[in-house]
């Protein structure tokens, strides 16, 4: 029996409501709104019924009203991109009434800082409801790019030279002896952040600079990696204490690297899916990703990034995201498309994750 059956005839009820969030504060915003729009197309309407909240730039929540009539009026009537406006709500109230009224559970579809990283997720905690995805500890984990890479360097997990700085740290002396030890180029990254944003290449100590300066401008932490040259191959996961892992993909960036515009603007980085890799290297980056996925005690979905150096240290891993892009052209749905699950079923199985997870916690829980 499906983990959702069970639950809606323990409720007695006969429809989920899933609350779908999307928008926030981060600087992947839109993004999410466009994630949003196609999933509120997928989900199937006979199984769940879906109340659409949107977080706006601000902050504010607010039931998408809109969003929720064109859902009314049939999959067709929703915009490529929903909007976060409509009546405002308090979210701890609203979840409560929620809960109250029958089976619920709630799909975080947001990405960057105070959604992706366990902000949210603490929230849907203390309220007790069902949610999607990584739960607090993996959310703020897989936000953090220093703390997860020390995470994986504790497992032995290969992955690129760094060094992570904070702000008062950052002087003319210590980045010199950061190119030292390192060597130049670097990648100098926000620590918290996602989608490219404030990521740049140094190749020279006053271009280090300025690109720790930049980092610095979204984060008072800053990671600074050798820069690798190899190929980006990525892996997406599902699942909770018994994951599997898709076919890998590769991006094949447009611009010099994998950047924001790269990403979301220009239609310049090609994906190639399956990725063009041999049968042991296809399974070496699947299995190493699940064990990245454990490390970081990711559930529910993730997707592990990884450089291949094919002349050299083979499969180093960059970075994961508990809240990968989710459009129907975007990576994570597209490998598991490949590998035999299309996007509805894919909704469908983590809210089933999300059930899953939430009933054994409340086991494992003593209040
Ligand atoms: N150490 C590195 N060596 C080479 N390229 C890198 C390195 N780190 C990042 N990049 C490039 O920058 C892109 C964005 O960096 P990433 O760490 O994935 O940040 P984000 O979380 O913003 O996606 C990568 O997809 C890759 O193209
Ligand atoms: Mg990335």
Known sequence: MRCTEGYREEMGDDRINLIVIFGGQSAEHDVSCVTAAHVLRAVD?????????????????????????????GPRALPERLEAVGDSLSPTPMLAAA??????????LLHGPLGEDGTVQGMLELMDVPYVGSGVLASAVGMDKALAKELLGYHRIPQARWISLREHEVGPDRLAAVAG???????????????????????????????????????????????????EIEVAVLGNLDPVASVPGEIVPGNEFYDYEDKYVEDGAQLLIPAPLT??????????????????????????DFFLEEHGRGFLVNEVNTMPGFTPISMYPKMWQSSGISYPELVDRLIDLAVERHRRRRRNTKH
């Open 45 to 73: 309407q006979s199984r769940y019924r879906v109340t659409p909240i949107g977080i706006d730039r601000d902050g504010r929540w607010q039931l998408a009203t809109a969003a929720l009539a064109a859902l009314e009026a």
């Open 181 to 231: 030890e390192l060597g130049l180029p670097v990648f100098v990254k926000p620590s918290n952040m996602g989608s490219s944003v404030g990521v740049s290449k140094a190749t020279t100590l006053v271009e280090l600079q300025h690109s720790v300066d930049h980092a610095l401008s979204y984060d008072e932490w800053v990671v600074i990696e050798e820069a690798i040259r190899g190929r």
């Open 99 to 108: 809960v109250l009224a029958g089976p619920v559970v709630v799909l975080p």
């Open 279 to 304: 049968d042991v290297q296809s399974e070496e980056v699947r299995r190493r990703a699940i064990e990245v996925y454990h490390a970081l005690r990711c559930e529910g979905l993730a997707r592990v």
